[in-house]
């Protein structure tokens, strides 16, 4: 059980940052202060409204990705994607592409 109350000064432009990175990670400020000062491993920040921005447009470019390696398959399977290796190629640079943003998002 937690008995000891630690008291720190800090200012309004102090306060209001410690606040928002508590909030943003979820934690309360006590607790924010009590990992950092023991060197606890902090949680990932949490979904915001900017993480939302950028998911989305990941996820619109994977639909276009995915309609196009959708229209391809139908090609390949009708035998009529013979000297596609260019577009194929695109396709294959746009799906890496699209994973190395969604990496990066996670991060």
């Known amino acids: 059980m937690r008995a000891r109350i630690v008291r720190v000064r800090t200012t309004d432009t102090e306060f209001s940052r410690i606040k928002d990175i508590a909030t943003a990670r979820g934690l309360s400020i006590s607790e924010l202060i009590r990992r950092a000062a023991l060197g606890t491993r902090m949680p990932a920040r949490t979904f915001d409204a900017n993480h939302a921005v950028v998911l989305?447009?990941?996820?619109?470019?994977?639909?276009?990705?995915?309609?196009?390696?959708?229209?391809?398959?139908r090609l390949a399977n009708s035998g009529r994607i013979a000297g596609r290796d260019e577009?194929?190629?695109?396709?294959?640079?746009?799906v890496h592409a699209v994973r190395f943003r969604l990496r990066e998002l996670l991060t």
């Open 56 to 73: 989305a447009r990941a996820l619109s470019e994977i639909g276009r990705v995915g309609g196009n390696l959708n229209q391809l398959v």
């Open 87 to 94: 577009e194929l190629s695109r396709i294959l640079a746009d």
